[in-house]
């Protein structure tokens, strides 16, 4: 697959038809793959039209509906034309400190779209997207899936002149990398990442595969019994047992099992997977085979996010020498009787796709909708099979424990957080980038670090995370204490931690999936009530109110999203009341907005001022 997107430009129905049988029958017109299928049929057309709705539905022998509905919830799939150049700018608390509102300005300018549409041309659309997992490197964005970082104003006339000369079929012009973090990764203009090395996952010494071929000379329980000795814990974010999950999952009776390697990584501020796939791809690989070995699983699954669909070509090719090499396929790693494969499932855009259910509904080719639980993937994930969702990082210290035993891996961080941790850093340091340090590591160790002396507050955990104060900056990177799947973002005194607080809670709005009213619809209130505050009209019974409403979604909510959204807000009225304070009005009710911003849209069109009674305004 190449990542150029191309337009539907006069393809008559009969040539969709066409188009479609192929791209479904290359799938053997499995319905699982339907986001494959449509991703595809998007590639050849520019947009899902309702021509291939309807050629997708009759040669799957499914309804239309089931079509519509998937690829509605995706940000990154179509049902409308686009312009030929997909312009998508990274927005997130750190880019808009970054300067991407000047860069998304120019862009506007130099392509005639206005944010949000297509140019009068059919050229460019141009449009806002959530984190790209770019934090180190704002101002980012994608074009036609292309990733171009630290962007400026400046760099954009000329980008979109050469976008302007390139035709069609040719995508995007190439913008080689400089440095050897990112060879091969040449549909990418990326500056390294990786700053600091750890004594484990990012170590050296070892002989690759070495890992692999130690698991295989062992039992699958053993591999198992290694993982609980380690103590090894997730690093999505719960931290939960790893060897817990694999044990479940072994036990549970079926046809068959599967692996899936979580890479869906869109918790903003977080990118050290991105790092990880670029980097050890062959180290992820392994520990994915090593637990389809310990799980008796035949199949793996690497669920891609979209955002990173420039790295496409280059897994493909890891993949394809591994299966060259024997460390893939029949007989896998030289086990007989181990047969094992792994797929790319390429994402569209939805960050609820990085909960396990959500994600494995994605899998099946349907929309990213989070399942009731239990049944628990352990017992009915991917194709209703017991099934182990790990994420990548995970993954890593699997094939690293393996290499040098649990005693090893045990040996760093806490007793309760064994191991070290990949930390993306993001924001007011020196230094930004991905850190592997040993868990156990202090807030201010950490600020010490990255060269972040002016740490106001820390957002440990992304926006789902805890919003950190300098009085808890003594605190420990754990799990038992301060916790995050990777994301660390830092702000200095010269940001408003409300304004932060809020763009969280504007996230968390765009993306809940929108299946349960707790969550759909307090997730808009608590954005209005933390507004309310920013324009100084909240009086204190609107932070009572703020507060119940933030726990209500909290406790109500189906899944982990909800449950999490209102973190930012509860944090900072715990860590900064006096954020909260400096706003409040005495008053015991105002309105949200004055009567004159009310009208101030009308005004603008009407070009005169009303009338306002003395008071009233
Ligand atoms: C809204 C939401 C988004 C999530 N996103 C991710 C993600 O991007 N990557 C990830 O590994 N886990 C993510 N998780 C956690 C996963 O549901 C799951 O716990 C994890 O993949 C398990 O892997 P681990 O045990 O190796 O941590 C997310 C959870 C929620 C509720
Ligand atoms: S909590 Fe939010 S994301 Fe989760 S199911 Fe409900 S609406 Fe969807």
Redesign the pocket.
Known sequence: MTISETQNGGISAADVTRIVATIVDAVQADRTRLMDIVQAVQHRLGYVSDEAVHAIAERLGIHGVEIEDMVSFYAFLNREPKGRFHIRLSKTPISMMRGAAAVAGAFSRATGAVIGGTSPDGEFTLEWTSDIGMGDQEPAALINGTVLTALTPSDVLPIVAALRQQHAENGVPLFPGSDAQRAGLLKAKIGASLVKSGPVVFQTGTAAGAGLEAALAKSPEEIIQTMAKAKLR???????P?AL?WKLCRQSVSEAHHVVC?A????PG?FK?RVLLTELPDVVFDGMTIAGYALGARRGLVYLRGEYAYLWDRLQAVLEHRRRVGLLGKDAGGKAGFDFDIRIQLGAGA??C???SA?IDSLEGKRGAPRDRPPFPTDRGYLQQPTA????E?FACVTRIMEKGAEWFAGFGTPDSTGTKLLSVSGDCQRPGVYEVPFGITVNEFLDLIGAPDAAFVQMGGP?GQCTAPKDFGRRIAYEDLST?GSVMVFNSGRDVLEIATQFAEFFVEESCGWCTPCRVGTTLLKQGMEKVLRNRATPADIAALEALANTVSRMSR???GQ?APNPILTTMRNFPEAYERRLQAETFLPAVTLREALAVAVEVQGREPVVQEGVG
């Open positions: 997730g690093r999505g974010g719960a931290g939960f790893t999950k979580n869906d990584e869109g918790e977080t997977d960050y609820i990085g909960e396990e994600l969702v790990d994420n990548v995970t789902s799947g899944c982990g999203l999490t």
